[in-house]
């Protein structure tokens, strides 16, 4: 009985389009300007945290094992210290809290639940794409470009996953300029089952700073930064992967957290409409590692140490991810 309601819950929470389906009972849903929410005490319930407290505008969800913070009217999450963007804001009706199903089902769902995820498939293969390269140098400061640090921790990033018995597909290996339609060719004629890591650093104004990961934007998601318009109601190739997208995004930007330590700053997980995203038929999320702009980053960025930890980082998230979405009656998963 009690696995049926979760089949039924999980189906209700993953199937997007079934806004006319009768919710599954013991959730608590409001309609706020057209969109569904669904109050902070069913999901409490429903993932089994042990304890909601709200302190002013904060709230917290926990069990041993996840700690989720959120903010009322914020739009960030922190989920055991990594920060993810939310769509829409946290809300409240009276004194109850309540989260949008999209955020839900599209970000907090398949990151609790990874081993719900149908279309992630058991991999062997990671397909790595050093952004940029040839006549494009990407970001540039005085002591290097972008196209040959992505290309450095690129390099460094398939031998640590080889070592570990993993198939790596560079989309280049050499600095040369490559279309973004022929990089995401390149991924897509790799048949087997893999995931897909786009590999860049930042430019910003002298200030930014710190890491941040993309995944596309499921459809009804607007491209970080900027308002929604009507092309974005479309899904992409890409969006057939959503859930295990945000799970691969989730691992790869904690392990980069953990390995960089004090020496990045956490912008978050964030959504976008990037080419390569939304045309590569894997999982697929692109990463940030750094701003060239940044003094103390340009230098960290040149070193190797720091692009060991990138690396290493990178190799430690596509392990916990693979453990993650394989059927849990199989045990062939590297540790
Ligand atoms: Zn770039």
């Not at 696995?3 to 009768?22: D, P, V």
């Not at 004194?95 to 769902?109: E, G, H, N």
């Not at 995004?249 to 959504?271: M, Y």
């Amino acid at each position: 009985m009690f696995r049926c309601l979760l089949a039924t819950l999980a189906l209700w929470l993953t199937a997007g389009r079934m806004l006319h389906a009768s919710p599954a009972a013991g959730w608590d849903i409001a309609k706020i300007e057209g969109r569904d929410y669904v109050s902070l005490d069913s999901i409490k319930r429903f993932y089994n945290f042990s304890n909601l407290t709200r302190s002013g505008n904060s709230l917290l969800l926990e069990n041993p094992k996840v700690e989720m913070k959120l903010k009322i009217g914020g739009c960030e999450c922190l989920m055991n210290g990594v920060k993810f963007v939310f769509t829409h804001k946290v809300t409240t009706i009276g004194d109850k809290a309540y989260l949008s199903r999209m955020d839900l089902s599209k970000l907090i769902d398949p990151v609790l639940r990874p081993n719900f995820i149908k279309a992630a498939g058991d991999f062997r293969t990671v397909i790595l794409d050093a952004g940029h390269g040839g006549k494009d140098p990407g970001a540039v400061n005085s002591i290097g470009t972008e196209a040959f640090y992505n290309l450095k921790v690129a390099g460094r990033t398939k031998s640590l996953l080889e070592a570990k018995g993993f198939k790596v597909v560079m989309t280049r290996n050499s600095d040369r300029y490559l279309t973004l339609q022929e990089r995401v060719n390149l991924a897509n004629a790799v048949r087997e089952n893999a995931i897909f890591i786009s590999i860049h650093f930042n430019a910003g104004g002298r200030d930014a700073r710190g890491i941040e990961t993309f995944t596309l934007s499921p459809p009804g998601v607007s491209h970080y930064g900027r308002g929604l318009i009507a092309a974005d109601a479309q899904a992409r190739t890409g969006n057939h992967h959503d859930s295990a997208n945000i799970a691969l995004a989730t691992s790869v930007h904690g392990s980069l957290l953990r390995r960089l330590q004090k020496h990045t700053f956490d912008r978050g997980i964030k959504r976008a409409r990037f080419s390569v995203l939304s045309g590569v038929r894997h999982p697929a999320i692109l990463m940030e590692g750094g701003f060239m702009t940044h003094q103390n980053e340009a230098r960290l960025i040149d070193n190797d140490a720091y692009q060991n930890a990138l690396a290493n980082g990178i190799v430690d998230a596509v392990i916990k991810y693979r453990y993650a979405v394989a059927p849990k009656n199989t045990s062939s998963a590297p540790r």
